[in-house]
């Protein structure tokens, strides 16, 4: 066991005025199993560069054990797959190799093909087993779920369950839940720590959110009582003042003496409420600093004349001579809320891509309504450069509705001044969502659309869909969201 110190740590990009972290200080012992958790852009992926000597920060990062990157940035993907173990672990021993890859349920026969001829599951359980050979090494891992599907998910648990002394980067509930001991989260105004699983956390989380939320309650009232006491005393004090030289055409003689005493009471009594107000006004300001606003989204969706929107019946998709999928069949109805099921390569994007319209080779029988409306999320974000307001107006999109989508997604609005390709994976992810949430379309598919979204984001989007139902067809590996969400499953 040992520990990774770091101390008043300090970080801007450069040209940047906003500091990602400001003199936080924590411990993180070697032997956990760490879970890293916190919104979009907060600086996960940051705080592992910054463990591996990537930036210069001010503060102190000690640690007697050396850090690996999970992914492994693979140059040569032609390559075959037992070359690339070679080049993230040189010193590998092979019959730990074929252990480790045993665990993962995958053949030995992977390591004799080429890389880019493997699966993306595939490819995660091969670069996962190489890094955890090496024992001396404190490993930093990733998001390594990305386009895994839910039987990937679960073996890739399993495996991490059964290791230790890792960050282990993620926002699959499920997944977490399953293997870390430790949550490292990154809030609003610090980094904290705390022992247990995601859901522990999670509860702790909102109960202390609650709390907070009460306490501003009972100090707001308290405020405005005391504001208006300390306005109706100081209002006493200087009417008693007033009386100290009697009132005109009056011959009463007035002890000046005495009603001087009682103003100036008065006005203590006002200034000591003055006070207190003031401490209850610094109070209230340490609440609410760590409470992520997840304000609730709208959408409206076209309401589409006929009650069946799309059907497949025993359809077979074909590319070349490959059959992709056999016999598929489902119908599409007004407010169906579809999970596209199936492990990765059943053919689950070809489906997608024959409903959306493009020219796809099938057999069997397929039929679309006609004026259909449907929006459209990829799985793929590279195309995202450039301005929002110009992507909002290219794709003919209220770009005010399209910046309050993405304000309630938790864009800041210096975000909104940035280049896309400068954003992070979940925040390119969310301007998708946010774009489809815009259009006025019949019906939804996203494909695999809560890759690299954040935990509050998840669940905000759960929200919506769950509120205003819409017709949606959908591919997601998060256990927890399918099982919130689907009316319907459709298993390939």
Same mark, same amino acid.
């Given at each position: 066991?040992?520990?990774?110190?770091?101390?008043?740590?300090?970080?801007?990009?450069?040209?940047?005025?906003?500091?990602?972290?400001?003199?936080?200080?924590?411990?993180?012992?070697?032997?956990?199993?760490?879970?890293?958790?916190?919104?979009?852009?907060?600086?996960?992926?940051?705080?592992?560069?910054?463990?591996?000597?990537?930036?210069?920060?001010?503060?102190?990062?000690?640690?007697?054990?050396?850090?690996?990157?999970?992914?492994?940035?693979?140059?040569?993907?032609?390559?075959?797959?037992?070359?690339?173990?070679?080049?993230?672990?040189?010193?590998?021993?092979?019959?730990?190799?074929?252990?480790?890859?045993?665990?993962?349920?995958?053949?030995?026969?992977?390591?004799?093909?080429?890389?880019?001829?493997?699966?993306?599951?595939?490819?995660?359980?091969?670069?996962?087993?190489?890094?955890?050979?090496?024992?001396?090494?404190?490993?930093?891992?990733?998001?390594?779920?990305?386009?895994?599907?839910?039987?990937?998910?679960?073996?890739?648990?399993?495996?991490?369950?059964?290791?230790?002394?890792?960050?282990?980067?993620?926002?699959?509930?499920?997944?977490?839940?399953?293997?870390?001991?430790?949550?490292?989260?990154?809030?609003?105004?610090?980094?904290?720590?705390?022992?247990?699983?995601?859901?522990?956390?999670?509860?702790?989380?909102?109960?202390?959110?609650?709390?907070?939320?009460?306490?501003?309650?009972?100090?707001?009232?308290?405020?405005?009582?005391?504001?208006?006491?300390?306005?109706?005393?100081?209002?006493?004090?200087?009417?008693?003042?007033?009386?100290?030289?009697?009132?005109?055409?009056?011959?009463?003689?007035?002890?000046?003496?005495?009603?001087?005493?009682?103003?100036?009471?008065?006005?203590?009594?006002?200034?000591?409420?003055?006070?207190?107000?003031? !401490? #209850? /006004?610094?109070?209230?300001?340490?609440?609410?600093?760590?409470?992520? =606003?997840?304000?609730?989204?709208?959408? @409206? $969706? *076209?309401?589409?004349?006929?009650?069946?929107?799309?059907?497949?019946?025993?359809?077979?998709?074909?590319?070349?001579?490959?059959?992709?999928?056999?016999?598929?069949?489902?119908?599409?109805?007004?407010?169906?809320?579809?999970?596209?099921?199936?492990?990765?390569?059943?053919?689950? !994007? #070809? /489906?997608?891509?024959?409903?959306?319209?493009?020219?796809?080779?099938? =057999?069997?029988?397929?039929?679309?309504? @006609? $004026? *259909?409306?449907?929006?459209?999320?990829?799985?793929?974000?590279?195309?995202?450069?450039?301005?929002?307001?110009?992507?909002?107006?290219?794709?003919?999109?209220?770009?005010?509705?399209?910046?309050?989508?993405?304000?309630?997604?938790?864009?800041?609005?210096?975000?909104?001044?940035?280049?896309?390709?400068?954003?992070?994976?979940?925040?390119?992810?969310?301007?998708?969502?946010?774009?489809?949430?815009?259009?006025?379309?019949?019906?939804?598919?996203?494909?695999?659309?809560?890759?690299?979204?954040?935990?509050?984001?998840?669940?905000?989007?759960?929200?919506?869909?769950?509120?205003?139902?819409?017709?949606?067809?959908?591919?997601?590996?998060?256990?927890?969201?399918?099982?919130?969400?689907?009316?319907?499953?459709?298993?390939?």
């Amino acid at each position: 066991m040992s520990l990774i110190n770091v101390s008043n740590l300090t970080f801007a990009y450069d040209g940047s005025y906003d500091n990602i972290f400001e003199n936080v200080s924590f411990q993180i012992d070697t032997s956990w199993k760490l879970g890293f958790t916190g919104r979009n852009g907060r600086g996960k992926t940051t705080f592992l560069n910054l463990l591996l000597g990537k930036y210069e920060y001010s503060g102190h990062i000690s640690a007697d054990i050396g850090f690996e990157y999970f992914p492994f940035q693979v140059q040569n993907k032609e390559n075959q797959t037992l070359d690339i173990v070679g080049e993230i672990y040189p010193d590998y021993v092979l019959w730990e190799l074929l252990r480790e890859l045993s665990l993962l349920k995958v053949s030995d026969d992977v390591l004799y093909r080429p890389f880019d001829s493997l699966s993306n599951g595939e490819q995660t359980k091969v670069m996962l087993a190489a890094l955890f050979l090496k024992e001396n090494s404190f490993l930093l891992i990733d998001e390594p779920t990305n386009h895994l599907d839910m039987e990937a998910r679960r073996l890739v648990s399993d495996y991490l369950n059964g290791k230790s002394g890792f960050i282990l980067v993620s926002h699959d509930r499920a997944f977490l839940d399953h293997c870390v001991d430790h949550i490292l989260s990154i809030n609003k105004t610090h980094i904290e720590i705390q022992k247990g699983s995601f859901s522990d956390w999670w509860e702790n989380k909102q109960r202390q959110d609650n709390f907070e939320l009460g306490e501003n309650d009972r100090l707001r009232k308290d405020i405005k009582r005391l504001t208006e006491a300390a306005k109706r005393t100081e209002g006493w004090s200087h009417q008693v003042e007033k009386t100290k030289n009697g009132t005109k055409n009056s011959g009463s003689k007035v002890d000046k003496g005495y009603v001087g005493h009682k103003a100036a009471k008065m006005m203590k009594r006002s200034k000591s409420m003055e006070q207190r107000q003031q !401490s #209850s /006004i610094e109070e209230k300001s340490k609440l609410l600093k760590n409470i992520e =606003t997840s304000e609730s989204l709208k959408i @409206s $969706q *076209l309401s589409y004349h006929k009650p069946q929107l799309a059907e497949l019946e025993q359809v077979s998709i074909y590319y070349g001579k490959r059959e992709v999928c056999r016999d598929v069949s489902f119908t599409i109805e007004r407010g169906d809320r579809i999970a596209l099921s199936g492990k990765n390569g059943s053919g689950k !994007s #070809s /489906i997608i891509k024959l409903i959306c319209g493009e020219d796809i080779s099938y =057999t069997g029988t397929f039929r679309r309504g @006609s $004026q *259909l409306q449907i929006s459209y999320v990829s799985q793929d974000t590279s195309h995202l450069q450039g301005n929002l307001s110009d992507y909002a107006r290219e794709h003919g999109i209220d770009e005010s509705l399209f910046k309050a989508i993405l304000r309630k997604l938790d864009f800041s609005r210096l975000q909104f001044e940035k280049d896309m390709a400068d954003f992070s994976g979940g925040q390119k992810k969310k301007v998708l969502i946010a774009k489809s949430l815009c259009e006025q379309a019949h019906l939804l598919i996203w494909d695999e659309p809560l890759n690299f979204i954040d935990v509050i984001s998840r669940v905000q989007i759960e929200e919506l869909l769950l509120d205003y139902e819409p017709t949606i067809l959908f591919v997601e590996h998060d256990r927890e969201f399918c099982g919130n969400i689907a009316t319907k499953v459709v298993e390939l």
